[in-house]
C-alpha cells in the first residue's frame, strides 16, 4: 500500500493525508517522548522534531512495511537517541519549568507535592534499565499494545510482560522508599 491509499481514499492530497496521521498520533508520540524526557517543554520540541522528519519522508511511506504509529514511534526512537547523544555530550543542566498556580487550580501545597512526586517518578524511572525505560515508555506513553511493543523491540510478547511487570515493580518498590523516608 502507497501513501496514496493511507485513507483508502484516492482523492485525499498527501498534505490532506500528512494532516490526519499527524491528529492521529500527535499526542501518542508526545506522551511516550514525555516519558523518555520528563521535560514537557523539550517533549514539544523533540515531537516537534518528529513530525517533521515523517514529513520529509512521508512521500516514500510505505504502509505494507509499518503501521503508521510503527513508522512514527521509530523515527521517535530515532529522535531520542541523538538528542540523549547530544545530552551526553552537553555538560548543561537545564532550567526546571516553574509553572504559575491558578486560582482555580491546586492550592502550592498541592502542586508542590504534585512537582516532587512527578521528580520522584523521573528519578524512579532513571533506576531502570534502558530496555525498561524503553517498555515502559512505551507501553504508558505511547499506549502501546505488549504485541506491538514486541514487534518494536524483537523481543516476545510474554517477554514484554515479564519486563513490563518488573520494571512496575522495581517503580513501586523506589516510591515506596521515598514516601516511607518522606514521613519521618
Same mark, same amino acid.
Given at each position: 500500500m502507497t501513501v496514496a491509499?493511507?485513507?483508502?481514499?484516492?482523492?485525499? $492530497?498527501?498534505?490532506?493525508?500528512?494532516?490526519?496521521?499527524?491528529?492521529?498520533? +500527535?499526542?501518542?508520540?508526545?506522551?511516550?517522548?514525555?516519558?523518555?524526557?520528563?521535560?514537557?517543554?523539550?517533549?514539544?520540541?523533540?515531537?516537534?522534531?518528529?513530525?517533521?522528519?515523517? +514529513?520529509?519522508?512521508?512521500?516514500?511511506?510505505?504502509?505494507?512495511?509499518?503501521?503508521?504509529? $510503527?513508522?512514527?514511534?521509530?523515527?521517535?526512537?530515532? $529522535? +531520542? $537517541?541523538?538528542?540523549?547523544?547530544?545530552?551526553?555530550?552537553?555538560?548543561?543542566?537545564?532550567?526546571?519549568?516553574?509553572?504559575?498556580?491558578?486560582?482555580?487550580?491546586?492550592s502550592p501545597e498541592e502542586e508542590v507535592e504534585r512537582i516532587e512526586e512527578v521528580e520522584r517518578l523521573r528519578l524512579c524511572l532513571e533506576r531502570l534499565g534502558h530496555q525498561e525505560q524503553e517498555i515502559v515508555s512505551l507501553k504508558f506513553g505511547a499506549e502501546i499494545t505488549n504485541r506491538r511493543i514486541a514487534i518494536m523491540l524483537s523481543l516476545s510478547e510474554s517477554n514484554v510482560g515479564v519486563i513490563l511487570f518488573r520494571a512496575l515493580r522495581k517503580l513501586k518498590e523506589c516510591f515506596m522508599e521515598w514516601l516511607n523516608g518522606k514521613g519521618r
Amino acid at each position: 500500500m502507497t501513501v496514496a491509499q493511507l485513507s483508502g481514499e484516492d482523492n485525499i $492530497t498527501l498534505s490532506e493525508r500528512f494532516t490526519k496521521l499527524y491528529d492521529e498520533h +500527535l499526542s501518542g508520540i508526545f506522551r511516550y517522548i514525555s516519558y523518555r524526557i520528563g521535560d514537557v517543554a523539550v517533549a514539544e520540541d523533540l515531537t516537534s522534531v518528529v513530525f517533521e522528519k515523517a +514529513l520529509a519522508g512521508f512521500h516514500s511511506y510505505k504502509r505494507e512495511k509499518a503501521a503508521p504509529q $510503527t513508522w512514527l514511534l521509530s523515527i521517535a526512537r530515532n $529522535t +531520542l $537517541t541523538d538528542y540523549f547523544r547530544r545530552a551526553a555530550r552537553s555538560q548543561s543542566v537545564p532550567l526546571e519549568n516553574a509553572d504559575g498556580v491558578s486560582s482555580a487550580g491546586p492550592s502550592p501545597e498541592e502542586e508542590v507535592e504534585r512537582i516532587e512526586e512527578v521528580e520522584r517518578l523521573r528519578l524512579c524511572l532513571e533506576r531502570l534499565g534502558h530496555q525498561e525505560q524503553e517498555i515502559v515508555s512505551l507501553k504508558f506513553g505511547a499506549e502501546i499494545t505488549n504485541r506491538r511493543i514486541a514487534i518494536m523491540l524483537s523481543l516476545s510478547e510474554s517477554n514484554v510482560g515479564v519486563i513490563l511487570f518488573r520494571a512496575l515493580r522495581k517503580l513501586k518498590e523506589c516510591f515506596m522508599e521515598w514516601l516511607n523516608g518522606k514521613g519521618r
